[in-house]
T-cell receptor, first 109, second 115 residues
């Protein structure tokens, strides 16, 4: 079957670093998306990893290990506005994307 | 980045009526668009894949006669919820992928409330 697992909730302190993990099992795999979604809003694109390794984009970095079926999103210098849900999603090929349930991140002062 | 718009952003309708939601790619052509539904505190569930000029591909469990999808042009897809019921109340989100690239961009979503 197809399965995406990520923690339900995480809490971190403003200015800190947080890592949100995601494991996936899919019948096909082209790449791994990360999206940010604020309550009541649509998801916004953060990253798309195709190759193994770390990709850095400002305060956000995303890592992929295809052999382990594992990815993480790293958020540095946390800000209050980073409080949101973070969705891990697998591109299974043929344009089909499977979403995880999302990790709700709470950033406290 | 690519921009996808949706209209309306919010709609309230009575049970038994039909509602049409539009999804437009504003600055790129999208041969394929996707329709998702999201219930509170749940993840996005793909309802159907909309292909320009052909019939949509529906996910298992999604009634094609109830959720009508039309992808009439390279920049417009519509979802019509027919004979709406209160259980159809949800957040409906469309997305499109830029041809040749991996990124998938989402519209702002439409919150449907059926009374």
């Amino acid at each position: 079957g197809q399965n995406i697992d990520q923690p339900t909730e995480m809490t971190a302190t403003e200015g800190a670093i947080v890592q949100i993990n995601c494991t996936y099992q899919t019948s096909g795999f082209n790449g791994l998306f990360w999206y940010q979604q604020h309550a009541g809003e649509a998801p916004t694109f953060l990253s798309y990893n195709v190759l193994d390794g770390l990709e850095e984009k400002g305060r956000f970095s995303s890592f992929l290990s295809r052999s382990k079926g594992y990815s993480y999103l790293l958020l540095k210098e946390l800000q209050m506005k980073d409080s949101a849900s973070y969705l891990c999603a697998a591109d299974t090929g043929g344009f089909k994307t499977i979403f995880g349930a999302g990790t709700r991140l709470f950033v406290k002062a | 980045g690519a921009v996808v718009s949706q209209h309306p952003s919010r709609v309230i309708c009575k049970s038994g009526t039909s509602v049409k939601i539009e999804c437009r790619s504003l600055d790129f052509q999208a041969t394929t668009m996707f329709w998702y539904r999201q219930f509170p505190k749940q993840s996005l569930m793909l309802m159907a894949t909309s292909n320009e000029g052909s019939k949509a591909t529906y996910e298992q469990g999604v009634e094609k006669d109830k959720f009508l999808i039309n992808h009439a042009s390279l920049t417009l897809s519509t979802l019509t919820v027919t004979s709406a019921h209160p259980e159809d109340s949800s957040f409906y989100i469309c997305s499109a992928r830029v041809q040749g690239l991996g990124e998938q961009y989402f519209g702002p979503g439409t919150r449907l409330t059926v009374t």
